[in-house]
Structures are given as structure tokens and as C-alpha cells.
């Protein structure tokens, strides 16, 4: 059974940067294309960064230039840099397979404050 555990989110001011865990068990994850999503309430998950299994990432427009995704698959972890993090990134935040995607963790609440 695969498992996703997030963690790292937090209250954090606008302008400021947190980082992102997620430790996925249960797969390999170098083999695996992944990424982090968000919600927010009465909104559905919007995908925020990719990074494929060969290390090629993508980023949606609200976040590039200001988010980095990255994996260590040593450790299994994924992780997603948050740099000049602004209100609007205010969400629970779930990272999930990109090629065959399981079932959601219980993420992990970002909160930035104005």
C-alpha cells in the first residue's frame, strides 16, 4: 500500500519561504513521476509543480519563478522549496504519483499571513 506523508507547512508571512516534505512508502520513487497540489476551500486541487522521474520539473504560472520542486530518492522524499510566498498560496498542500496516482495523504497546511 503506498503511503504519503506531508509535512513542513506552517504560518509563515508574506514574503517569507517554508520547504515542503513528503516521505512516500510503499514504491520506488525514482521510478515515478510526481507532484505537489493544493487546495484551498471550495476549490478543487490544482497542480502546482511536476517533476518527472528523469528530473524534469514544470510549474504552474501563480508559482513559477517563486516555488522549486525537487526529489531525493535516496530518502524517498519529496520536497517543494516555497520562496516569496504571497496570501493566495494559502492551501493544504498534497504531493501524489503523476503517472499512476494513489490515494491522497492528509496533507499539509500552509497559511500566509499579510
Known sequence: QVQLVESGGGLVQAGGSLRLSCTVSGIIL???????????????????????????TDYADSVKGRFGIARDNA?????????????????????????????WGQGTQVTVSS
Open 30 to 56: 525514482r521510478i515515478n513521476d510526481m507532484g505537489w497540489y493544493r487546495q484551498s476551500p471550495g476549490k478543487p486541487r490544482e497542480l502546482v509543480a511536476s517533476i518527472t522521474r528523469s528530473g524534469i
Open 75 to 103: 530518502k524517498n522524499t519529496l520536497y517543494l522549496q516555497m520562496n516569496s510566498v504571497k496570501p493566495e498560496d494559502t492551501a493544504v498542500y498534497y504531493c501524489n504519483l503523476e503517472n499512476f496516482r494513489r490515494p
